[in-house]
């Protein structure tokens, strides 16, 4: 399996993953956005890992922007990779950029 695949296959199930965890949340919970957001910060645990993940996201923004900047436009843009994270989270939108990136490197 080729590295460009591992990504591919890395950004499917960071997309199903998290989200089996969100289905139950709302289906136990409903679709609230302030619940969820709560649930976010429960406690000392689940808050340290949220800010570990805000953290970690942002980074990851930083990075793609700097390196398009850098890339004169040869990397992919941001703002697909940017909505996967807020819809699905970095563990699918990180994976997804680094597969659209070794696409455009094997052209």
Request: charged share 10%; with cysteine.
């Amino acid at each position: 399996m080729t590295l460009k695949s591992t990504y591919l296959l890395l950004a499917i199930l960071g997309a199903a993953v998290p989200y089996l965890f969100f289905l139950d949340f709302f289906g136990e919970y409903g679709v609230s956005v302030s619940d969820f957001v709560a649930a976010l910060f429960a406690n000392s645990a689940s808050g340290g890992f949220t800010a570990d993940l805000l953290i970690s996201s942002f980074v990851f923004w930083l990075f793609m922007f700097a390196r398009r900047s850098q890339t004169k436009g040869e990397s992919p843009a941001p703002w697909f990779f940017m909505l996967l994270n807020l819809g699905i989270g970095l563990s699918c939108a990180l994976p997804a950029y680094l597969y659209a990136q070794a696409s455009r490197e094997a052209k």
